[in-house]
């Protein structure tokens, strides 16, 4: 079955940059793309932006430009978000997880563990 | 993008009371999908396509709506079911998530 298993958490400094990493099991890579998100207690979930896994496209939420880039590493499964300039809005809980369909459907249906950022000076 | 708003914002229900959780759309999607949260835990699918209950899913759960109102409802509710439920629309981009109904039990 599909798993998604994500990097630890992190503490960055403000300014600084953090790269979090959602490493595939269980299928062809390539097969789905991977959506992130952010939760926080605040503004609850919010939608960053997918990657195309075998073409390396991405799509972002205008809100998440030049906060967030993705890319993946297709020989290691793997799906990478890097944050940068951080300032203490981006501390979260930030999720990884593969968009598929389900008939006509489109379900973001498996989820990483999530990963935890805390931005502190 | 598409505001979602989901009501009520908490709700206690009793063991075996009918539960029904709502979301509003600012503008007509063309199916909702639902999640469920337990505390601690990542988002789990729990229903899509608006009706369809997503794997695992026991039967006491269903979806109903169209085009700006949705709803989740619970034919009789149980204690695992204590969770944040949430809306989300993919019919525009960007996907957006309702702010969540937390269920608690009485």
């Known amino acids: 079955q599909v798993q998604l298993q994500q990097s630890g958490a992190e503490l960055a400094k403000p300014g600084s940059s953090v790269k979090i990493s959602c490493k595939a099991s269980?299928?062809?890579?390539?097969?789905?793309?991977i959506s992130w998100i952010k939760q926080t207690t605040g503004q609850g979930l919010e939608y960053i932006g997918y990657i195309n896994t075998g073409s390396g496209g991405t799509n972002y939420n205008e809100k998440f430009k030049g906060k967030a880039t993705l890319t993946v590493d297709k020989s290691s499964s793997t799906a990478f978000m890097q944050l940068s300039s951080l300032t203490p809005d981006d501390s979260a809980v930030y999720y990884c997880?593969?968009?598929?369909?389900?008939?006509?459907?489109?379900?973001?249906?498996?989820w990483g563990q999530g990963a935890s950022v805390t931005v502190s000076s | 993008e598409i505001v979602l708003t989901q009501s009520p914002t908490t709700m206690a229900a009793s063991p075996g009371e009918k539960v029904t959780l709502n979301c509003l759309a600012s503008?007509?999607?063309?199916?909702m999908n639902w999640y469920q949260q337990k505390s601690g835990a990542s988002p789990k699918l729990w229903i899509y396509?608006?009706?369809n209950l997503a794997s695992g899913v026991p039967n006491r759960f269903s979806g109903s709506g169209s085009g700006t109102s949705y709803s989740l409802t619970i034919s009789s509710m149980e204690a695992e079911d204590v969770a944040t439920y949430y809306c989300?629309?993919?019919?525009?981009?960007?996907?957006?998530f309702g702010s969540g109904t937390k269920l608690e039990i009485k």
């Open positions: 989300l629309q993919l019919s525009s981009y960007p996907p957006t």
């Open positions: 269980g299928y062809t890579f390539t097969s789905y793309y």
């Open positions: 503008s007509s999607v063309s199916y």
């Open positions: 997880a593969s968009i598929t369909t389900e008939g006509d459907y489109y379900v973001m249906d498996a």
């Open positions: 396509g608006t009706s």
